[in-house]
């Protein structure tokens, strides 16, 4: 296992357009973080899974923000209607009980 | 709400050097505490973590320093080399299941 993989590295898209954003955790970590990071600052949770539940989001996950976890394994978040303040770093972390965090290289948005 | 903070935003040391990164946190019932070193682009790099009931940890050339009586934590990088210059971000929980509060982030230039 090679650590927690984020797909694509890059996205750029037009406002308005929806984008989905894929996470594979580390496969023995049962918990799956996402996280979003805009220059200069540092990352803002987003929302926790443990498993396939949805445990918590922030109240920055605005409607038209979306995540599953549907079998426990990988995750996605998607972004509905896109604007320019959606442009960040989504960054995706994963972890056991007895593990800290590890992160992923992160997707890098860009809405034009 | 609480935050986590860092005292100075940049930090520029010579090479060979040993490094002080300094953070204050406001949350008295965190209870763990994590370093993370981000590289341009790259997602948060786990350094090393304290747990409240340790006031010191140290890994490889990296001594992590907690001192709950003034909420502040120290990262210390003995021997800093160029590779060193990232930001660094300090973080911390009320649980190691849960999210993370991040601070700002410290940049750290390595000099010739």
């Known amino acids: 296992d090679t650590g927690v993989s984020q797909d694509p590295r890059h996205k750029i898209t037009k406002r308005g357009q929806n984008v989905t954003f894929r996470c594979d955790p580390i496969s023995e970590h049962n918990r799956l973080y996402w996280y979003r990071q805009t220059l200069g600052q540092g990352p803002e949770f987003l929302t926790y899974f443990q498993n396939e539940a949805q445990l918590e989001k922030s109240r920055l996950l605005s409607d038209r923000f979306s995540a599953e976890r549907p079998k426990g394994s990988f995750s996605t978040l998607e972004i509905q209607r896109t604007e320019q303040g959606d442009s960040a770093m989504y960054l995706c972390?994963?972890?056991?009980?007895?593990?800290?965090?590890?992160f992923g290289s992160g997707t890098r948005l860009t809405v034009v | 709400g609480e935050s986590v903070g860092l005292h100075l935003p940049t930090l520029s040391v010579q090479e060979g050097d040993n490094s002080i990164i300094n953070c204050a946190y406001s949350?008295?019932?965190?209870?763990?505490f994590i370093w993370y070193k981000q590289e341009s682009g790259k997602g948060p790099q786990f350094i090393i973590d304290?747990?409240?009931?340790?006031d010191k940890r140290q890994g490889q050339r990296v001594t992590v320093l907690l001192n709950k009586t003034v909420k502040h934590l120290s990262l210390q990088i003995a021997a800093t080399q160029p590779g060193d210059s990232a930001v660094y971000f300090c973080a911390e929980n009320m649980d190691s299941a849960r999210q993370l509060t991040f601070g700002s982030g410290t940049q750290l230039t390595v000099l010739p």
């Open positions: 972390a994963s972890s056991s009980q007895n593990y800290g965090y590890t």
């Open positions: 949350n008295s019932a965190s209870d763990y």
């Open positions: 304290i747990r409240s009931n340790m």
